[in-house]
């Protein structure tokens, strides 16, 4: 008679990540380039859970680039398990997390994303500036559904309202409104109503904006795949360069979010968006897959 045969235990693979933030705006960082993992929807939905993972609005992933001309390749996915195009955000945390871990020296390092490549500028005390590249307002390349000629606002009825938007993507497509006090503005409501809208395919990123003045505005924006958020820094673009369309703003902008302070420049069309802010490590960790 032969012995029964003893069970194989399946191995455990165990995953290295880092958890970062960008006012607040909270990322797993996964460097791909000195371990080897399948990231898809199912691992970013159980790193993402707040009660029962790690917990972040979006998972970033560190990979090697595919182009000879950039350093790295960064990917997002969204809490959701979805991979976006860009993050603002994300990328000042992805810039100081390549060079903490000493993957490079380079103070300006090219990544490529979903949505091309751009430029990452590690400054002094923490902070970096990211070339964010020129906006997008062709409404078919946002995509938006536009019913109008191009142009700075659009009318748009939602839920048996008329809503006046700027429309414009920064590598991922965004929808900006103008309130009078942000404090107040219907975002759990109308944010995620206007995210879903048909008349954006690929869904949109809804910001409600409040101008303080010619050089300042406070911000909140109800992101896909993540609802609202701390920040957004892709956010934050799209809304001062609807902004300056639209003749309320100056080329400099201080966008007050309720994570803390960007700063945002646009010198007009054919110009690249440049934000600048912090990126802060919060912990390092392992978690068994």
């Known amino acids: 008679m032969k012995a029964a045969r003893k069970p194989t235990r399946r191995r455990q693979q165990t995953l290295r990540f880092t958890k970062m933030h960008g006012l607040g705006n909270d990322f797993v960082v996964i460097d791909l ?40 390749r960064y990917r997002i996915f969204n809490a959701d398990g979805g991979e976006v195009e860009q993050c603002g955000n994300g990328a000042r945390c992805f810039a100081r997390f390549v060079r903490a871990r000493k993957f490079t020296t380079k103070e300006l390092i090219r990544v490529e994303t979903l949505a091309g490549t751009i430029d990452l500028e590690c400054l002094a ?100 795949g993540a609802g609202e958020t701390l920040a957004c820094g892709t956010g934050a673009c799209a809304a001062v360069v609807s902004g300056i369309l639209r003749g309320l703003l100056d080329a400099d902008v201080k966008v007050s979010l309720p994570g803390g302070e960007l700063e945002i420049n646009w010198s007009g069309a054919g110009h690249s968006v440049l934000m600048t802010g912090p990126a802060t490590f919060v912990f390092e960790g392992q978690i068994r897959l």
């Open 33 to 72: 380039l000195t371990q080897q993992v399948h990231v898809n929807e199912r691992l970013v939905r159980r790193l993402s859970d707040r009660r029962f993972g790690v917990g972040c609005d979006q998972v970033l992933v560190v990979e090697p680039p595919q182009s000879p001309e950039a350093d790295f």
């Open 125 to 224: 005390g923490g902070r970096v500036r990211v070339d964010m590249g020129a906006p997008i307002l062709a409404p078919e390349r946002v995509p938006f559904s536009a019913a109008q000629a191009p142009a700075s606002v659009y009318t748009l009825g939602v839920a048996g309202r008329e809503c006046e938007l700027g429309v414009l993507s920064m590598g991922n497509p965004h929808a900006v409104l103008l309130v009078d006090d942000v404090t107040a503005a219907p975002v759990a409501t109308l944010g995620p109503q206007l995210q879903r809208h048909d008349a954006f395919p690929q869904q949109v990123n809804v910001g409600f904006m409040q101008v303080v003045d010619r050089n300042r505005i406070r911000l909140r924006v109800f992101e896909r």
